[in-house]
């Protein structure tokens, strides 16, 4: 089975400008996150969908950040302008859905990552 | 507010010695807590999922416990080896399915 997803594995920008990054979570996944994960910290939520709705983006910086999951599959996450602040590994996530409920099972899959340097 | 704490941020142990992880949560209405390993520059990779039902949960040399009432995790490694060496996360899967981590515990396995 194929795991997340992600690309660019590494990019670096100057701040203002803009990036994107693309996620493709293990099939039947219906829930996916995004994760910022600053240097010696722990992962912070971004934002959540299940499906293509958005459950839960309340720490998503809304003036800068951006995030879609437009069929349900495969979503990006943008920032514009950026940073220097954003420097982070931005981690996605899926976990599949349980039966019945629809509910997610909470167990998390990630990806390897996208490193931003923002200079 | 649910928060996750893990003792101690950083570690260093000689290979072949038994070691204790420790993560504390201050919400003991979890739904799961999963242990996350997580090498430089990658990505996370599961370890083990407790569910709030259960008290542990085993993986090869692995062990995880579980103790909602006092808000207190363990992952046990057993006979430790270099190859062990990363930082291990846990993970609070709270109501509504919004999960905590904690900052991590950075290993060191000497050998």
């Known amino acids: 089975e194929a795991g997340v997803a992600q690309s660019p594995r590494y990019k670096i920008i100057e701040k203002r400008q803009s990036v994107a990054f693309w996620c493709n979570p293990i099939s039947g996944h219906a829930t996916l996150y995004w994760y910022q994960q600053i240097l010696g910290q722990g992962p912070k939520l971004l934002i959540q969908?299940?499906?293509?709705?958005?459950?839960?983006d309340s720490q998503l910086p809304k003036d800068r950040f951006s995030a879609e999951r437009l069929k349900g599959v495969d979503s990006t996450l943008k920032i514009q302008p950026a940073k220097l602040e954003d420097s982070a590994v931005y981690l996605c996530?899926?976990?599949?859905?349980?039966?019945?409920?629809?509910?997610?099972?909470?167990?998390?899959?990630f990806g390897e990552g996208s490193r931003l340097t923002v200079l | 507010k649910q928060e996750v704490t893990q003792i101690p941020a950083a570690l260093s142990v000689p290979e072949g010695e038994n070691l204790v992880l420790n993560c504390s949560f201050t919400?003991?209405?979890?739904?799961?807590l999963q242990w996350f390993r997580q090498d430089p520059g990658k990505g996370l990779t599961s370890l083990l999922l407790?569910?709030?039902?259960?008290r542990e949960q085993t993986s090869g040399r692995l062990n995880a416990s579980l103790d909602k009432s006092s808000g207190r995790s363990t992952l046990y490694i057993a006979a430790s080896q270099p190859g062990d060496s990363a930082t291990y996360l846990c993970a609070v899967n709270t109501g509504g399915f919004k999960t905590i981590f904690g900052a991590g515990t950075r290993l060191f396995v000497k050998a």
């Open positions: 996530a899926s976990s599949f859905n349980l039966i019945g409920t629809g509910e997610s099972t909470g167990e998390l899959f």
């Open positions: 407790i569910q709030s039902s259960q």
């Open positions: 969908f299940q499906n293509n709705g958005v459950v839960d």
């Open positions: 919400d003991s209405a979890i739904y799961n």
